[in-house]
């Protein structure tokens, strides 16, 4: 199975439906009498609610129904939850408002679902969620997350004064002290990571269906973890036991984060399903989505790394405040802190690091995990630092950065994370080779001659994914553990479901796991299917976020597999007639050592089923076998991007010229999916690193609201990119792979930035490097390097 | 209401439609063809690109009704039977979809780009004609490999001469 | 959107008289512009009226010694047509950049122009070469028909049949893109006519596109980007926004000038 199994770049199965229009995504959904649901949402940033009107808009044409915060509050539906406790410095709990389905009391950010409109088409609810009619009290908005937490500022929750939600740390913060009082140079950096719309190219959309006569709900959802979703909308939400709730995520069209969350739409949208008797179906807007959907990233950042006279580093510090908008998100605590702090060594040697992070409240849309969550940001801090540190004292930047390596693995860092397997220097020493490094200086010659400016920029990143050992996790303050399940179900003539708790929104598993199985058992891929998405076919899962779905899922997978096959052996044995323990199991046949005696897997599916030939109370018939694989530890991704830019002095414009990506991800179970894995991530990196802006006025407007104004990466912002693999298998899951799905979107931009800096010369440029950013960045360079 | 009366995927088609109707919805809605996709409400994302005429064009920003007497090929028009359009299978051969959201659009601004360009449409071409058609996933470097496969075999295919979609 | 009378007349003397049956009825040419306001809400017409089945407003002839394009014709028929690459190539190429080609495939030259977008680059080309716009009752000339953002000399009845544009000495466009928008931030027409040397701005004038006089003059004495060096566009009157601030683009507009006159 070598052309079909793991390691092969099979084309994939799910492909023939999406080219061929045949995708079921959640819009493609009608079910039989469906209505359409449209949230009224607040148009101010922060305001007492002192009424709400809806009777115009109940009178309107076609409306069922109008509902608001006062309506779930009656039917006592919870609020929407964070699900992960961060504790402060000071022992204390973070301080967390409540985040309700449809506002209650307030409104917190402009955008904020104030009520629903359910009416027979979407025109007529449009037409009626227009009157209705919210006396607001405005309250100043508080936008910046540097100056939200000042004296004076209005506070957006009550139960967090100076809108701070907790003041969390990570570290040694005397040893940290200790090296930069004795440090011969420290390099110093204000970083802030800007906010990020995640704009998957589906918007979210959920239809809610209630079925009386089995007291039955079913809820159609755009979701990255259905099972998830279930829970939450059960134990915490309220809407009904978890046996009575089916959660449906079917063809879903991108994530990236935005669809972990449980929002209020679709809890809005299962509710109402029993309110009105009908299904209740909602599809965001995409302007609708810029408010609605959780946002990424935004850090502020102060950020130090100490350095002995030889170069070696000493200690990192790095003081941030995290945005966490107006009500937390489903895991928005975790993300500037266990997802981001634990990473701050990069892959450096680093004595000692201390960090502090306060997640701030502020009315704008909540922020929670968007591709690569906490570890972007991680990394564009360590890589800047190192950047800056190289540059000031007159050291080569890969050399540099080589110099501080980890080179001995296990590596214990001074944050929790003990890296298991790596070499960076080879995937440094790979992809010098592959960006022609060497030829650096005569291309920027060359650029030069030709009235541009060109610069090269490193991102040596690592990554913490694999996501998570659910002790470890629950120690941190996760409320759930993270492992993934495997159920695999051989059928009498030996073809395979397997039901799997991850995901697919775009990553392929329903050929990269039926790949395992073919591994694994032997099976054809065409004969495996993968079952995933429906609550009601598996029946429990953690979902696809965090590049898990490889190091996790696929694990599970293994264990099964390993049960199977055991089963399988004793089965064929007693076929066979020979002794349980001699039988080997070798490309998809089961072998009577010492004999010639052999059956294939699928005769010995059938023989498992039909039962004549061994004793059931022995072995028991069927051939199907579940895990939940729960891993060791976190996967250590990491690698080198180099990006050269050249730059248009005269407008601005920056051209990416080449792109170089050398990542060690272990084993890999389809490369060509793991390469498409990484051109995307590379993609969204750019996109931060030069074009995406979310811009909030100070009235808590957003700005960038519209793909007019949010500047999405197309075709020609980038280049072709060159992708290389090194290998240093994952010593923690059975397959030895790291997960690819983040490394890309966490690796280039600091990879952009130090390319950019370096054409300019300069020190440090924000993000986004605009066209204008750098031309006014160009403006301030020594006349005789800016262009004649 | 408005009388309709247009060419989908080869076949007639005649409909009363409200006309405030865009050619998307008419396309999703009235003849179930859920294959064309809304992505955004400012007509830049190209996730509705359909062929209007042998042209491409977002469906989303065409009233169903300015197509009467049109010829409109959506992405369930491109195979022929069960033979793939040499556009979806360099898609399929060369990873150029993940999710498969934008990818209905995709194939068709490919094969539009293709008609218009040729065989030897190059890389630097199809990424400026892909301006229409935005993808969160792929980073374009594999559309942009499976367009320009896809533009040697649908020549080869038709021996030389443009193909417009069947 | 919100629901409308739908008329889809077959000559302009049937589109003439919908829209005399019709106060504040909206003409809809390629809809580019307009269905995406309308799907806003921002723009709620009671009538309709469809122009794409009118023939005679289709159409590129060469007329009284210049180009005449129909009004209903397609960005990317404009950029096509060996009439126009023969005649102005520099007005293929610029039809030839606007938008995307799903964009050009729809989007008319009447549309464009009659919707004098600040941003849009059809009114650039139109100001400098000093094009003459017909309509359903009159003739009028470039300089005479942009009036501000979004508004042109043509009355609430009028139709733009066609735009009879001279055949310059040279003309060229260069621009550059918002890069979400992809419409101009800065761009920049310059024709050497019978007249003379016109210069004309799109994406930074806070009235929308104008004639850069100074530029004019400095090129009418000498046609190099040389000359340009030292004419700046006054910021004070150059739109600001997120994405460009008024001394950026007022440098851009030199820049695209610069590139026009070289190209």
Redesign the interface.
């Known amino acids: 199975m070598t052309d079909q199994g793991i390691g092969a770049s099979v084309k994939r199965k799910e492909d023939l439906r999406f080219i061929t229009g045949k995708g079921q995504y959640v819009d493609d959904i009608n079910r039989h009498g469906q209505t359409y649901a449209v949230f009224a949402r607040s148009p101010v940033a922060h305001a007492t609610i002192n009424n709400i009107d809806v009777s115009e808009a109940l009178a309107s044409p076609g409306v069922l129904g109008v509902y608001t915060g006062a309506d779930l509050a009656a039917d006592k539906i919870g609020g929407l939850i964070c699900g992960w406790m961060i504790h402060s410095k000071d022992g204390s709990p973070m301080k967390a408002g409540a985040h309700p389905a449809l506002a209650q009391g307030k409104v917190r950010y402009v955008g904020d679902h104030v009520a629903v409109v359910i009416a027979e088409t979407l025109d007529q609810a449009k037409d009626a969620a227009a009157l209705i009619q919210v006396d607001y009290g405005e309250l100043p908005a508080v936008v910046d997350v540097a100056t939200a937490q000042a004296a004076g500022k209005a506070q957006i929750h009550d139960e967090a004064p100076g809108n701070t939600v907790y003041q969390w740390h990570l570290g040694d913060k005397d040893a940290v002290d200790a090296a930069f009082s004795n440090a011969a140079h420290v390099t110093k950096l204000d970083i802030t990571n800007n906010r990020l719309v995640p704009n998957a190219m589906e918007p979210r959309a959920a239809i809610g269906d209630y079925d009386a006569g089995q007291d039955q709900f079913t809820l159609y959802t755009t979701s990255q973890n259905p099972h998830v979703a279930r829970l939450v909308l059960s134990a915490f939400i309220g809407i009904a036991p978890e046996h009575k709730l089916r959660v449906i995520a079917p063809d879903v069209g991108g994530g990236f984060g935005s669809k972990i969350f449980i929002y209020a739409e679709e809890t809005v949208c299962i509710w109402a399903a029993k309110k009105i008797g009908r299904p209740v179906k909602w599809v965001a807007e995409r302007t609708e989505a810029f408010l609605a959907d959780a946002h990424g990233r935004d850090h502020v950042t102060t950020a130090e790394l100490a350095l002995d006279a030889s170069g070696k580093i000493l200690a990192l510090r790095a003081n941030t405040k995290a945005n966490l908008g107006a009500y937390l998100s489903t895991f928005a605590s975790s993300v500037p802190t266990y997802l981001y702090a634990p990473l701050l060594s990069g892959q450096y040697d680093i004595p000692a690091i201390y960090c502090e992070v306060d997640g701030v409240y502020t009315t704008t849309t909540p922020v929670d995990a968007y591709r690569g969550a906490g570890r972007p940001e991680a990394t564009f801090v360590v890589e800047r630092l190192l950047e800056v540190a190289a540059r000031q004292t007159g050291r080569d930047p890969a050399e540099f950065r080589r110099m501080n390596f980890i080179k001995s693995f296990p590596h214990q860092t001074p944050v929790i994370m003990a890296y298991d397997a790596g070499n960076y220097g080879a995937s440094l020493d790979k992809a010098l080779e592959m960006a022609d490094y060497k030829g650096l200086a005569a291309r920027k010659a060359a650029s030069a001659k030709a009235g541009k400016l060109r610069g090269l920029g490193f991102s040596a990143y690592i990554e913490a994914c694999g996501i998570a050992p659910s002790r470890a996790v629950g120690s941190l303050g996760a409320g759930v553990g993270l492992w993934e399940s495997a159920e695999i179900r051989v059928n009498p003539v030996g073809t395979i479901e397997v039901l799997t708790g991850s995901h697919s929104h775009g990553q392929g598993h329903e050929t990269t796991f039926a790949q395992v199985i073919a591994s694994k058992l032997g099976v054809p891929i065409d004969q495996v299917s993968i079952v995933h998405g429906d609550t009601d076919k598996v029946q429990m899962g953690m979902g696809t976020y965090g590049s898990r779905s490889g190091a996790v899922g696929a694990s599970a997978i293994v264990k099964a597999a390993e049960k199977i096959v055991a089963k399988g052996k004793r089965v064929a044995a007693a076929c066979m007639e020979v002794p349980e323990d001699s039988v080997d199991f070798e490309n998809g046949e089961f072998l009577g050592r010492g004999t010639n005696k052999k059956m294939t897997f699928g005769e010995v599916a059938l023989q498992a089923y039909v039962a004549h030939k061994f004793d059931p109370e022995v072995i028991e018939p069927g051939l199907k076998e579940g895990s939940f694989y729960d891993p060791k530890n976190f996967t250590f991704p990491s690698g080198v991007h180099i990006a050269e830019v050249e730059i248009d002095p005269d407008t601005g414009h920056t051209r990416i010229d080449r792109w170089t990506a050398v990542d060690d991800f272990g084993i890999l179970i389809n490369p060509m999916i793991v390469e498409g894995q990484v051109h995307g991530g590379i993609a969204q990196g750019v996109g931060q690193a030069m074009l995406e802006h979310t811009v909030y006025d100070e009235n808590g407007q957003l700005i960038t609201g519209s793909l007019m104004d949010y500047a999405m990466p197309r075709a020609d912002d980038l280049p072709s990119y060159n992708v290389a693999m090194t290998t240093t298998p994952c010593p923690s899951n059975p397959l030895g792979v790291k997960g690819c799905g983040e490394a890309g979107a966490i690796a280039a931009p600091p990879a952009v930035i130090n390319a950019i800096t370096d054409a300019l010369g300069h020190e440090d440029i924000a993000m986004p490097a605009t066209p204008q950013a750098v031309w006014r960045a160009v403006q301030k360079m020594p006349r005789k390097m800016a262009a004649e | 209401m408005t009388k309709l009366s247009l060419t989908v995927n080869g076949r007639r088609v005649a409909a009363d439609i409200d006309p405030r109707t865009l050619l998307v919805d008419f396309l999703r809605n009235d003849l179930r063809l859920t294959g064309t996709h809304v992505g955004c409400d400012t007509s830049q994302c190209g996730a509705c690109t359909v062929h209007l005429d042998g042209r491409s064009v977002k469906a989303c920003a065409v009233l169903a009704a300015s197509c009467e007497g049109a010829d409109v090929v959506t992405i369930e028009g491109l195979a022929s039977g069960t033979t793939l359009h040499p556009m979806q299978e360099a898609f399929r051969e060369h990873h150029a979809l993940q999710c498969g959201f934008c990818t209905p659009g995709m194939i068709m601004a490919g094969v539009d780009i293709v008609n218009r360009h040729g065989a030897s449409v190059d890389e630097s071409t199809i990424r400026k004609e892909l301006e229409g058609n935005i993808c969160r996933c792929t980073g374009y470097h594999n559309i942009v490999r499976a367009i320009e496969t896809g533009a040697a075999t649908m020549s080869s295919a038709q021996g030389g001469t443009k193909i417009a979609a069947e | ?6 008329r ?1 007349p077959g000559t302009v003397n049937e589109a003439d008289l919908a829209l005399k049956a019709a106060p504040g009825a909206r003409l ?1 040419a390629g ?2 512009t307009l ?2 306001t ?3 809400r921002l723009a709620t017409p009671d009538t ?1 009226i ?1 122009l ?2 009118i023939a005679s407003l289709k159409g590129i002839a060469r007329k009284d010694g210049g180009l005449a394009i129909g009004a209903m014709t397609t960005h ?1 028929t404009v950029s096509e047509a060996a009439d126009v690459k023969g005649t102005i190539p520099g007005l293929a190429a610029l039809a030839g950049g606007i ?5 050009r ?2 989007g008319t030259i009447g549309g464009s122009v009659a919707n004098n977008d600040p941003a849009a680059d059809y009114p650039a080309a139109v100001l400098a070469l000093g094009a003459t716009l017909n309509t359903s009752k009159r003739s009028i000339k470039a300089d005479d028909f942009f009036q501000g953002l979004f508004a042109t000399a043509l009355d609430e009845n009028e139709i733009l049949t066609e735009i009879v544009f001279p055949i310059p000495q040279s003309f060229a466009y260069a621009k ?1 893109d ?5 419409f101009a931030i800065a761009g920049v027409a310059v024709a050497r006519t019978a007249g003379g040397v016109r210069v004309a701005v799109t994406g930074a004038g806070q009235g929308g596109v104008f004639r850069w006089t100074d530029a004019e003059k400095a090129l009418s004495a000498n046609f190099s980007a040389a000359a340009l060096d030292g004419v700046k566009l006054d910021p004070s009157n150059v739109l600001s926004d ?4 008024a001394d ?1 683009r007022a ?2 507009v030199g ?1 695209m000038a610069r590139r026009a006159v070289v190209s």
């Open positions: 959107m919100q629901a409308f009378d739908y889809r809809l809809g580019q269905l995406p309308m799907k806003l309709v469809d794409s089945a990317a938008g995307d080609p799903q964009v495939h729809r550059f918002q890069p979400a928008s992809r997120v994405h460009a601030s950026y440098h851009l820049v």
